[in-house]
């Protein structure tokens, strides 16, 4: 028996009766108000109203809905096996397998999933309709477009006080996590009710972080471990080492001790090649480098003072502002300081004094980054003042090219990992600027002043952080993402032509001072006699006599000035009295002339 059920309504229920026609309009139903119903009215005062965060728009094929997605992970082993097998012990699998191979069941099930398999690889051998096949005739035409980049998001800092975007870190394995280091670096402004965490952010979901990082001070660096995407590590503002895991949640798995760590922010920590992958070391503005095993932060596992006269003395150290450490010369690292000087350093000598090899001087102001070109080792680069240089590690007195001086300050630069002649930097006037070896104004990310800057391992993503705790992610155009022909070795000759160049002219130099200490030397001897010129010769060679001969010249030269000034002032004074005498004399005609 079938079972319907039927659903009756009243003919009065259905509505009023459809009139396909126009008529006029009439009066269905006049309701008057109730005075009794309006005893029952309570009226709320305050009344709370529940308003939408973002703005009211109407539904259209246009609008797109918001996806906020979620990653999750599972655990495959190996299962399926009866309970009488043991799946470690191979010889019970083996025999198992055995038995299943001469079953029938299995031979028609390999048959049939092979016809399976067979169709899809049939699939991926079939021709690809849209192959480019002439790919190197594009490549060349996209070397000739104008450079740009896209912005694709913008990760804002949650906090109601915004803080600077200090440093970036890309996640090492599949570079779709950012990691960001929040702290103010303006001295005394920093708020009771401002906030010290950091973050991770998912590059697809910028509407809120991945993961909040909650440090005892305010995160100054932080970088992710190559070796195991899960640990981070990162330098406080109080001169403190914290040092993450992912999977135990937003607390530090340990941090340094204050009485063994940095007495000043730690502006840059990097991490070292070695077997265990645990190694770090970090730089501060007071003059020490120090050594780390994230394993015991209890204190660093080596120092280094920064001072250039090799006798450890910390009140004369150098204060470090940037590192540089390449792994395939794991002995040397280098050092950029506040005072404008690069210092290169060997880890691997026998005494404190012969760690520091040289010194680069060429920048006014601190070396807020340094890099090496990740294609050829010698050459670096660093940023200071307003100015990019690039230089050699056997020229130590210039660099060999270098930037035309900008109208804001530089402060961070990165190479491009794929195209070696492409460099990035930032400025305080927010915009980013792309040089291939010549440098081109790029966009205007943002009105705030940009100071980080951090490019992902495949050079085709680029994040910028900013003073007002926003951090931008571009997409780079292929033309500066995609390896040009002949690139390496048309840079590798512009390198040794350059260097050759500075090597020249150096030594060019040279000889002009030789000659004229031999000329002044000569003409010392002929006026006091020969008795005393070698004394003479020797306090030429002093500071003081040198700090006193750039005196004299400077007040000749500003004596000089002053007289030739005085004179024209002289001569246009004479001027000016004549051409008085010339006017007192034409009216004094005018005047006789009129009496007349």
């Known amino acids: 028996m079938e079972i319907v059920h039927v659903y009756t309504k009243v003919r009065a229920e259905f509505g009023r009766q459809c009139m396909f026609s126009d008529r006029p309009a009439e009066l269905l139903l006049d309701l008057q108000p109730d005075p009794s119903v309006g005893q029952t009215f309570v ?52 025999r198992f397998r055995k038995k299943v191979e001469k079953d029938e069941g299995y031979v028609n099930s390999v048959l049939h999933l092979g016809s399976v398999m067979e169709h899809c690889s049939r699939q991926n051998n079939a021709a690809d309709i849209y192959q480019d096949y002439f790919e190197e005739e594009e490549e060349s035409e996209e070397g000739q477009e104008t450079p ?23 996640h090492p394995d599949s570079s779709r996590k950012l990691a960001a280091a929040y ?51 990162g330098g406080s503002y109080n001169g403190q080492i914290a040092y993450w895991d992912t999977r135990r949640g937003s607390q530090p798995v340990e941090f340094s001790s204050v009485e063994q760590s940095h007495r000043d922010p730690v502006y840059k920590i990097i991490w070292l090649q070695s077997k265990t992958g645990t ?6 503005t007071d003059g020490q480098v120090l050594w780390w095993d994230v394993r015991k932060l209890s204190e660093p596992t080596e120092r280094l003072v920064l001072d250039l006269s090799r006798e450890g003395n910390l009140d004369r150290a150098l204060g470090a502002i940037s590192l540089e450490f390449e792994a395939t010369m794991p002995t040397k ?18 005494t404190a004094a012969e760690k520091i090899v040289c010194t680069y001087e060429g920048h006014h102001g601190p070396v807020y980054a340094l890099q090496r070109n990740p294609f ?49 930097t930032v400025k305080m006037d927010g915009v980013l600027d792309h040089c ?63 260097t050759k160049r500075e090597k020249i002219l150096e030594a060019r130099q040279k000889e002009i001072r030789l000659k004229e200490r031999s000329r002044s030397a000569q003409s010392r001897e002929e006026e006091g006699g020969g008795g005393g010129g070698g004394a003479r010769e020797e306090g030429e060679d002093s500071p003081d006599q040198l700090i006193s001969n750039a005196e004299n010249n400077f007040y000749n030269i500003v004596e000089a000035e002053l007289r030739r000034r005085r004179e024209k002032e002289e001569e246009e004074n004479q001027e000016k009295d004549v051409c008085e005498e010339k006017e007192v004399k034409e009216e004094e005609e005018e005047e006789e002339e009129e009496e007349r």
């Open 333 to 350: 690292f280098m050092v950029g300081t506040e005072q404008g000087v690069v210092v290169s350093c060997n880890r691997k000598a026998k």
């Open 183 to 233: 702290s103010c670096l303006e001295f005394q402004k920093s708020t009771r009710d401002m906030s010290l965490d950091s973050y991770i952010w998912d590059i697809e979901n910028p509407n809120r972080p991945e993961m909040a990082l909650k440090p005892t001070s305010p995160l100054i660096c932080l970088e992710y471990n190559p070796k195991d995407s899960h640990t981070l590590v």
């Open 279 to 284: 190694d770090a070391f970090s730089a501060s």
């Open 43 to 94: 009226s709320r005062n305050p009344r709370d109203v529940a308003p939408q965060v973002c703005r009211a728009m109407s539904e259209h094929q246009v609008n797109t809905e918001r996806f906020e997605s979620s990653s999750c992970g599972m655990n495959h082993v190996e299962g399926g096996w009866p309970k009488d097998i043991n799946p470690a012990e191979m010889e019970q699998t083996i």
């Open 436 to 498: 291939v070896l010549s440098p081109s104004a790029g966009p205007q990310v943002c009105d705030q002043a940009l100071y980080s800057l951090r490019v992902q391992d495949n050079g085709r993503f680029l994040a910028c952080g900013s003073q007002q705790g926003g951090a931008t992610l571009l997409e780079i155009c292929p033309g500066l993402s995609t390896l040009q022909k002949n690139e390496k070795s048309l840079l590798a000759a512009m390198f040794e032509r350059e």
């Open 376 to 424: 050829f080792p010698k050459n670096f680069l660093t940023v200071g003042d307003w100015t990019a240089r690039i230089w050699s590690e056997d020229i130590k007195e210039s660099s060999i090219m270098w930037t035309k001086y900008q109208t804001s300050f530089l402060m961070d630069t990165c190479w491009s990992p794929v195209r070696p002649s492409v460099f990035f």
């Open 148 to 170: 740009f980049a896209k912005t694709i998001n913008v990760f804002r800092d949650p906090n109601e006080v915004k803080r600077t975007v200090t440093a970036l870190s890309w």
